[in-house]
């Protein structure tokens, strides 16, 4: 079983940061887009930003294309989602897949965004 791991979520106060990483198996990391998606409680899983893997990255909601940053290093297997100024909406739990979603799901990590 192909595994993803997400850490690097948690509790923040409106304005904070977390920086979040994936790491996901060398023999699919290297070729692959890769993504990050969220699904708030109650609501369907969205595709957050997507890499490929030479570097170029898009970010998906007009409301994170100035605060979020994707990264990846490809040494390490591992995808990386700066947060930055991050607000009540941006709680979720937060995966990453490719961009085909075609590796099974891991556990997520949770960010929760709160006063």
């Known amino acids: 079983q192909v595994q993803l791991v997400e850490s690097g979520g948690g509790f923040v106060q409106p304005g904070g940061s977390l920086r979040l990483s994936c790491v996901a198996p060398g023999s699919i990391f290297r070729s692959a887009t890769m993504a990050w998606y969220r699904q708030p409680s109650g609501d369907q899983r969205e595709v957050v930003a997507r890499?490929?893997?030479?570097?170029?990255?898009?970010i998906y909601p007009d409301s994170a294309q100035s605060r979020f940053t994707i990264s990846r290093d490809n040494a390490k297997n591992t995808i990386y989602l700066n947060m930055n100024s991050l607000k009540p909406e941006d709680t979720a739990i937060y995966y990453c897949?490719?961009?085909?979603?075609?590796?099974?799901w891991g556990q997520g990590t949770q960010v929760t965004v709160s006063s």
């Open positions: 890499i490929t893997s030479g570097g170029m990255s898009v």
């Open positions: 897949n490719t961009i085909t979603r075609s590796l099974s």
